[in-house]
């Protein structure tokens, strides 16, 4: 029996149809996956050639997984010297109650700031951040730091990324 339309949406649909999402995937969806990870220029005819596939079924399978948002778009990465040229850093943010949204549309709005997660712990948020120098860095954590409503921060730079599995061969 169908719930009443005026029904509370159940919290747990979303984890289920993430779950869902991966089970629909098979071992071939994988490969072309970590391929376009490797390579998200690759053509279609190259991913139906490194797959054993028609060209024709590569391209349909990129269809559906876009239209069932398991890709939901492609990136750039940059150069091994450019990527080690920057100054990279994880800053731990811990947020007061009720400040969330604010610090989160105040670190929208800079450049450096690559992704913030929402994390477990002592901290809220875990930023990825990227600066073209120390000096930059020391001032992009001062406008962090001193953003209303951010509480404390505590700030990791990395020395050398020893695994990566988004970078290709």
Known sequence: ???????APDPDARPRQAATMFT???PTDWQLIH???????????????????????VVTRLARLERDGIIQGYGLRLG??????????YCAISVLPRSTAGVIRALEKMVEVEEV?????????????????HEKLDELLD???NLEGVKQTQTSIILNRKIDRRLGA
Do not use: H
Not at 1 to 7: K, L
Not at 80 to 89: D, F, M, N, P
Not at 119 to 133: E, K, N, P
């Open 24 to 26: 629909k995937l098979d």
């Open 117 to 133: 997660s929402s994390v477990s712990g002592q901290f809220d948020y875990l930023a990825f951040l990227r600066c073209t120098t």
């Open 35 to 57: 391929l376009l990870q490797q390579n998200a220029r690759a053509s279609n005819a190259t991913l139906a050639r490194q797959l054993g596939l028609a060209r024709t079924t």
């Open 80 to 89: 091994s010297e450019l990527e080690q040229a920057a100054v990279r850093a």
């Open 143 to 145: 406008r962090i730091g």
């Open 1 to 7: 029996m169908a719930a009443p339309a005026s029904a």
